[in-house]
């Protein structure tokens, strides 16, 4: 199967992608909830028993230290953040510890993870673990025992794509993926992901976000910040920009498509005239649109969709233009 076979496959089927090399931070504890509702960006407070939410954790300067999925399982909250940050989470996490009823655990290793993803996600997901999981809301989730091992299954779309991650033990993880497949998943290549997740406009962290990004310039705010939660770590620029910069940044994310054939490489300047106003920070060919689009972080004065820039990619200078995100709807 080729990646563009794999790509059709989960816009209008399902495919499966390995998460194993994530990371995975379980909270436990009585305190566990207004201790992250104190630190996260989002409302950890309000989450019952089988909800979850997107959120980040910033610095006092409000930039993005990770950012993270958070299910709340009733007795434990599991964690799902870039295996490349997860230590440094860690850390900062136990070092806020003072008395509080909180223990953390690293289960990156002892546990898997793989995403489904598509229209027939559910349906594919659901039957292989025993669950309706067509009626589960974003980030809902549910333990489930399957085939004698217990499976947390949780709802949680991604590139532009209902989407479901199954968490199970690391031993358990070839048996399950082996069951998406025979039930009508198609793996999903990294080249088949990048694309979808790139046509959905979905910056990644370590990618199109970093130590030096706040949410609002990522456009992730929407999502992942609460203003009713009360103070946070980053909470004050966080304000200070909506309210006196009424929500101007000196950088936006924006999505671009790009003249041409091949997609610019990360990195790449992003030039009005011969002046550079940003860079691309991840490309790729669009098998919707049939053309190179890009994401990338241009100066406030260049964000309105129609506006002609022009990347420089090599000794090659593409013609490309701002869109509205996400490129596919």
């Known amino acids: ?147 004698g091992e217990l499976v947390v299954a949780a709802r949680r779309d991604a590139m532009g794509l209902r989407g479901f991650l199954l968490f199970a033990a690391a031993g358990a993880m070839p048996g399950l993926g082996q069951a998406l497949q025979a039930a009508g998943a198609a793996v999903l290549t990294a080249e088949a992901a990048e694309a979808l997740r790139i046509e959905a406009g979905e910056p990644a962290f370590l990618v199109d976000m970093g130590d030096d990004t706040i949410p609002t310039e990522a456009g992730i705010e929407s999502t992942a910040v609460s203003y009713l939660k009360g103070c946070f770590p980053g909470q004050e620029v966080l304000v200070r920009i909506r309210d006196r910069g009424h929500g101007k940044v000196v950088r936006k994310l924006v999505g671009l498509t790009i003249e041409g054939e091949v997609a610019p490489a990360a990195g790449s300047a992003i030039v009005a005239g011969e002046k550079e106003i940003g860079r691309v920070t991840s490309a790729a060919v669009s098998p919707a649109l049939g053309k190179p689009i890009a994401l990338g972080y241009v100066h406030r004065d260049f964000v309105e969709p129609g506006t002609a820039l022009i990347v420089v990619s090599g000794d090659a200078r593409l013609s490309a233009t701002v869109v509205e995100l996400p490129f596919v709807r």
């Not at 207004?34 to 610095?59: E, K, M, P, Q, R």
């Not at 993005?64 to 007795?75: H, K, P, Q, S």
């Open 1 to 147: 199967m080729t990646a563009a076979d794999e790509y059709l496959a989960a816009r209008n089927g399902a495919g499966t992608i390995d998460l194993g090399a994530r990371g995975r931070i379980v909270v436990r504890g009585a305190d566990r909830k207004t201790f992250l509702h104190a630190l996260l960006t989002n409302d950890i407070a309000l989450l019952a028993s089988g909800t979850g939410c997107y959120a980040a954790l910033l610095t006092p300067q409000g930039r993005m230290i990770a950012d993270m999925n958070v299910f709340e399982l009733g007795d434990v909250m599991l964690i799902d953040v870039r295996r490349e940050v997860k230590d440094a989470l860690l850390q900062r996490f136990d070092q806020l510890i003072f008395s509080e009823d909180v223990q953390l655990g690293d289960v990156s290793d002892a546990w898997g993870c793989v995403g489904v993803y598509g229209p027939q996600a559910a349906e594919i997901a659901g039957g292989v673990v025993g669950a309706d999981l067509a009626r589960f809301g974003p980030f809902q989730n549910a333990r489930i025992e399957h085939g």
